[in-house]
């Protein structure tokens, strides 16, 4: 069974920096694009920055570039958000996706809590 696990969620001060992860299994891995998406209560699921499959990086929210970067390891079959300077608005649960070309087939993980908070 294809699953996503996300975990490294949690509260952090303002200004402070924690290391997202997110394992897959029952598929091939490396063939499949990541992506980290984030929905804050009250709002629309954000897409936040993705990864191909070539290891090809593409930001899409203004509002985390340059404190942001997504990376990925095949062997170890997990992709990866690390995220630093947190703001309070930055306070959302983040989900990780894998899709293939032009998004023909997807999977998504369950999410995990990330609060900023003083």
């Known amino acids: 069974q294809v699953q996503l696990v996300e975990s490294g969620g949690g509260l952090v001060q303002p200004g402070g920096s924690l290391r997202l992860s997110c394992v897959g299994s029952?598929?091939?891995?490396?063939?499949?694009?990541m992506s980290w998406y984030r929905q804050a209560p009250g709002k629309e699921r954000e897409l936040v920055v993705g990864i191909t499959s070539a290891g090809t990086i593409i930001d899409y929210a203004d509002s985390v570039k340059g404190r942001f970067t997504i990376s990925r390891d095949n062997f170890k079959n997990t992709v990866y958000l690390q995220m630093n300077s947190l703001k309070p608005e930055d306070t959302a649960v983040y989900y990780c996706k894998a899709s293939t070309t032009w998004n023909i087939q997807s999977y998504w993980g369950q999410g995990t809590q990330v609060t900023v908070s003083s």
């Open positions: 029952g598929f091939t891995f490396s063939r499949y694009h």
